[in-house]
């Protein structure tokens, strides 16, 4: 993938190609339920490309995770922000956000099947490479991505930024197709130790191919600026953990991505 980019690169400068983030809502089902996700490409790449499913943190879908889409777009990729909860349904306080995100987290199968569902709505776009798909998430959105590659999907490497790694089931890491980054923050007091430490024996036991980065000083949230800057409270932003996760997640996409 890094050289399709260097060679994008040079076709910038000749000043050939006029580059734009094409952004589309899309809507999409899971059964009766209706889910709308956002679709962001860039019209200069040519050809079909990997596609990248963006899950989002407790609060639903945002601009954060558009914007992450957005970005995603213009490294060469096809961004898709999925909607777990369902079109219109979105959290308006913590209280809910907590709520909401609880009732999934209890239900893995349902979990599971919605983030299958945004898989299935982002493989179906034309400039998609079907065999060259991706996820990544954020704190919620990070266990939702870990279950989907729980669940076999077929993706050549999962993201989890400062997101929950546990699982009621973790035999289930033998289904895991790809590679897995998971990007923690050291102080993360909502993702402690154990639970860190069950996620390094499941994915040991499962055979999976996987990195942890533990970032000093970050706490839940470190990549999300509307976290504020307080690590007492447990979630924070931390801007150079994000840079460095980002740039992280940047290397292993090149990794896992055929040219």
């Not at 973790?170 to 923050?185: F, S």
């Amino acid at each position: 993938m890094k050289g399709v980019l260097m060679s994008m690169t040079a076709v910038f400068l000749s000043g050939a190609v006029s580059a734009a983030v094409v952004q589309k809502p899309i809507e999409y089902r899971d059964g009766d339920t209706v889910l709308e996700g956002y679709l962001a490409y860039d019209d200069a790449f040519p050809g079909k490309r990997p596609g990248v499913l963006v899950i989002h943190d407790w609060m639903g879908p945002s601009p954060f995770t558009r914007k992450k889409a957005d970005d995603l777009a213009r490294l060469g990729y096809i961004g898709f922000a999925a909607d777990i909860f369902g079109k219109g349904v979105r959290p308006k306080n913590t209280e809910e956000a907590s709520s909401l995100s609880s009732s999934f987290k209890k239900d893995r199968t349902l979990l599971r099947r919605r983030a299958q569902a945004a898989l299935e709505a982002l493989k179906r776009q034309p400039l998609v490479d079907p065999a060259q798909l991706a996820a990544i998430g954020f704190c919620f959105g990070g266990t939702a991505a870990l279950e989907l590659a729980r669940s076999g999907a077929p993706l050549v490497g999962v993201v989890t930024f400062h997101g929950g790694l546990d699982t009621p089931t973790p035999q289930d890491a033998k289904n895991i197709k790809g590679k897995v980054l998971a990007l923690h923050g050291a102080d993360d007091p909502y993702v402690p130790p154990d639970q860190v430490a069950a996620f390094e024996k499941e994915m040991r036991e499962g055979g999976v191919d996987w990195q942890l980065v533990k970032y000093s000083g970050a706490v839940h949230a470190f990549t999300i600026p509307d976290a504020g800057n307080d690590n007492s409270k447990g979630a924070a932003y931390n801007p150079v953990a994000a840079r460095r996760a980002w740039q992280a997640m940047k290397d292993f996409f090149d990794e896992i991505f055929k040219p």
